[in-house]
């Protein structure tokens, strides 16, 4: 059997594609990428919710932040892992990453401006990675889907604590239900966003489906997303900030307003809010760190040296 | 080590009498929930990113000791406050840290450092209350000398490694020990007293491994138990306790 | 959500993936966890760390959250010395010999259980 020939067949048969068998090179550098430009949101992600750690109002919500701030370091961790299984370095995708060359999920690009924003990060943001998590499971390279099988046990509590924490918002004081409303609508739009650009215009989608590395289209995740979290915005008495949003009966699918591109376009350039403070926080905690790293490899050569 | 000179409070300020009980878990929350805050600081910005998770469960460690010594000295104080109460609405001149908890985190020497020196004081504080006659406060003891133990075995690896690592580590790492230093003695004052000779053998041990001297200077300063601190406590209490100063009396 | 960040109009799409490596890079460790007694070590992931110590220290907080009781093996990946099958046909089919199979035999059932 050629090795296309056998690609193909372990994709078609939804067995998994491991480390070491033969692959499309395309497929292999897509999957890099994807891989790196999940972990890498993972990371950047730490920013925003890790930004109200010593501001949350009481101990138990600082408690609950960083956990899931540090999980999802452990997260970006786990997807490193994987994609270094293909044959890069953690440090070099992260040079990428630097570089401005990989990119990260677009919703990390917004700044967290109140509490109310880490309640709403989780219900919306979690919300949407929760809907692609369960996909990815059962994407066809093996190292990917188990680290995103270990990701989703671990998410649970996510989207459970941010809905919560905008529930006691949302039947707290007129301040604490205004806080809320004014979070969702600065958050509304860039959680439809982070589902992409129409499978249309989408160069990646087709070969992605086919090679099950994308398991669903763009425009059916964002569908089932706002599907789900309509009611949940109805449940809290927030109003969701889309003039076109309403209920279709014949479809059985809520219909809803059009992304403004303009600003999606310019958020995924680099030309977002907080593009540039992310990039340079990174950088800045990398490069502050370089003595410690060399540190630590300096003292390992030192011991290495003593035992032989 | 020379005998300190200790630099304290006003002339004429009652001391507050740690040996209460209530204050003293008061004391000993402090000192994790201020150094529970230092190390949140470091979430994002540790030098990689395995020991991102490493200081952010050490955080989580120091936070859950605070909220459980809170959530006790309140039960046994009896007029009605929990750990929020304590956290939260408190003014800096009633904090009972020692000042070293709340000095600023530096760089990662600085935070290595002092680490250490409050780590290997507080295994032998927790094990001494493991023994406790009071049953909640020596479960909560064992609970925290387990992860104390963990705690010095981070830093003092990390310590060592800085100290014997290349000539900048050792530069930064020797500051931080000549700057961390006279914070040391507040440690061991009033009943503490007992821990110093076990904690001065394990620190010298790990200095010497890690080839970094003990600063031959008598200056110490005190007074964070009498609620005296440094100018660094303000402004962390300042952001932690904003949200409850600006929004009072509600829920979150 | 999507984490395949589209590609803008007028951006290469050009998949880069090389960059240097630094000279101060932590070389990865596999790890392996054993979360009770009575399994075997299951391989879990892989972590960066300068040494062996701080590589088991950093898969206690990682990997098991400092779980009572794991045991935790870390080796580094270069030490890792692999098989991969590269073709099913290199593979002898354990099918091939029957006779090492319980089912190739029969045994009575005034035996008993066998």
């Known amino acids: 059997m050629i090795p296309e020939d056998r690609f193909d067949a372990i994709v078609a048969a939804e067995d998994k594609v491991e480390p070491a068998d033969w692959m499309p090179e395309d497929y292999r550098k897509t999957l890099i990428r994807q891989i790196a430009q999940h972990a890498h949101s993972e990371i950047i992600g730490m920013q925003p919710e890790g930004n109200w750690i010593s501001r949350a109002p009481t101990l138990h919500r600082k408690a609950i932040l960083m956990a899931k701030v540090q999980d999802e370091a452990g997260h970006g961790l786990y997807l490193y892992s994987a994609a270094e299984t293909l044959g890069v370095d953690r440090d070099q995708l992260q040079t990428l990453l630097h570089q401005g060359k990989h990119k990260y999920s677009s919703i990390f690009n917004y700044p967290t401006l109140s509490w109310a924003d880490i309640g709403t990060i989780g219900w919306l943001v979690d919300g949407a990675a929760i809907t692609n998590q369960v996909m990815l499971t059962r994407c066809s390279y093996g190292p990917y889907a188990r680290a995103m099988v270990r990701i989703c046990k671990e998410e649970s509590f996510h989207q459970r604590q941010g809905y919560e924490s905008l529930i006691r918002l949302c039947s707290g004081s007129p301040e604490q239900k205004a806080m809320a409303q004014d979070a969702l609508d600065r958050w509304w739009w860039p959680s439809l966003m982070m589902f992409g650009p129409h499978d249309t215009d989408s160069t990646h989608t087709e070969q992605s489906m086919e090679w099950k590395i994308k398991r669903v289209a763009n425009d059916d995740l964002r569908q089932q997303f706002v599907d789900m979290t309509v009611p949940q915005a109805d449940f809290?008495?927030?109003?969701?900030?889309?003039?076109?949003?309403?209920?279709?009966?014949?479809?059985?699918?809520y219909d809803f307003g059009e992304i403004d591109w303009d600003e999606f376009w310019a958020v995924v350039k680099g030309n977002g809010p907080m593009n540039r403070d992310r990039i340079e926080h990174k950088v800045h905690a990398w490069d502050e760190g370089s003595w410690v790293r060399e540190a630590a490899m300096a003292h390992a050569a030192k011991q290495e040296a003593a035992t032989t | 080590m020379s005998e300190p000179v200790i630099s304290t409070a006003p002339q004429g300020a009652p001391p507050s009498d740690v040996s209460d009980p209530v204050l003293s878990l008061v004391a000993h929350a402090d000192d994790n929930l201020i150094l529970a805050e230092r190390l949140g600081e470091w979430?994002?910005?540790?030098?990689?990113?395995?020991?991102?998770?490493?200081?952010?469960?050490?955080?989580?460690?120091?936070?859950?000791?605070?909220?459980?010594?809170?959530?006790?000295?309140?039960?046994?104080?009896?007029?009605g406050r929990g750990e929020d109460d304590f956290a939260m609405r408190r003014p800096e001149r009633g904090f009972l840290n020692v000042l070293l908890v709340e000095q600023p985190n530096g760089d990662f020497a600085h935070t290595m450092v002092r680490g250490l020196f409050f780590d290997a004081y507080q295994v032998e504080l927790w094990a001494?209350?493991?023994?406790?006659?009071?049953?909640?406060?020596?479960?909560?003891?064992?609970?925290?000398?387990?992860?104390?133990?963990?705690?010095?075995?981070?830093?003092?690896?990390?310590?060592?490694?800085?100290?014997?690592?290349?000539?900048?580590?050792?530069?930064?790492?020797?500051?931080?020990?000549?700057?961390?230093?006279?914070?040391?003695?507040?440690?061991?004052?009033?009943?503490?007293?007992?821990?110093?000779?076990?904690?001065?053998?394990?620190?010298?041990?790990?200095?010497?491994?890690?080839?970094?001297?003990?600063?031959?200077?008598?200056?110490?300063?005190?007074?964070?138990?009498?609620?005296?601190?440094?100018?660094?406590?303000?402004?962390?209490?300042?952001?932690?306790?904003?949200?409850?100063?600006s929004h009072p009396g509600l829920t979150w | 959500m999507t984490y395949e960040v589209p590609v803008a109009p007028g951006e290469s799409s050009e998949i880069e993936e090389t960059a240097d490596l630094a000279i101060e890079a932590w070389p990865m460790w596999e790890v392996f966890v054993r979360a009770r007694r009575g399994i075997s070590h299951v391989h879990i992931g892989s972590l960066h760390a300068a040494?062996?110590?701080?590589?088991?220290?950093?898969?206690?907080?990682?990997?098991?959250?400092?779980?009572?009781?794991?045991?935790?093996?870390?080796?580094?990946?270069?030490?890792?010395?692999?098989?991969?099958?590269?073709?099913?046909?290199?593979?002898?089919?354990?099918?091939?010999?029957?006779?090492?199979?319980?089912?190739a035999y029969e045994i009575p059932d005034e035996v008993g259980h066998m």
């Open chain 3, 51 to 103: 040494d062996a110590e701080s590589a088991l220290q950093n898969a206690r907080d990682v990997y098991t959250r400092r779980g009572e009781g794991a045991s935790l093996w870390v080796v580094r990946s270069s030490e890792i010395h692999t098989f991969e099958p590269d073709d099913i046909s290199d593979f002898v089919d354990a099918n091939e010999k029957p006779y090492r199979l319980a089912t």
């Open chain 2, 43 to 79: 979430i994002s910005r540790a030098p990689e990113l395995e020991e991102d998770i490493a200081i952010g469960n050490i955080a989580l460690d120091h936070l859950g000791v605070a909220r459980a010594l809170y959530t006790h000295a309140g039960q046994l104080e009896g007029m």
């Open chain 1, 236 to 253: 809290l008495g927030l109003r969701i900030p889309d003039s076109e949003l309403r209920w279709n009966e014949e479809r059985g699918h």
């Open chain 2, 128 to 245: 001494d209350l493991s023994g406790s006659g009071d049953a909640t406060l020596s479960g909560i003891a064992g609970r925290a000398l387990k992860e104390a133990r963990y705690h010095l075995l981070h830093t003092s690896s990390w310590v060592i490694r800085l100290g014997d690592g290349t000539d900048e580590s050792h530069r930064r790492a020797q500051r931080a020990v000549d700057v961390m230093w006279r914070y040391t003695a507040e440690m061991f004052e009033g009943a503490a007293s007992g821990y110093r000779d076990i904690w001065e053998k394990v620190i010298g041990d790990v200095l010497d491994e890690a080839r970094l001297q003990i600063p031959d200077d008598p200056y110490q300063r005190s007074g964070g138990r009498r609620g005296f601190h440094s100018e660094h406590l303000g402004p962390l209490l300042a952001e932690m306790q904003w949200m409850q100063r």
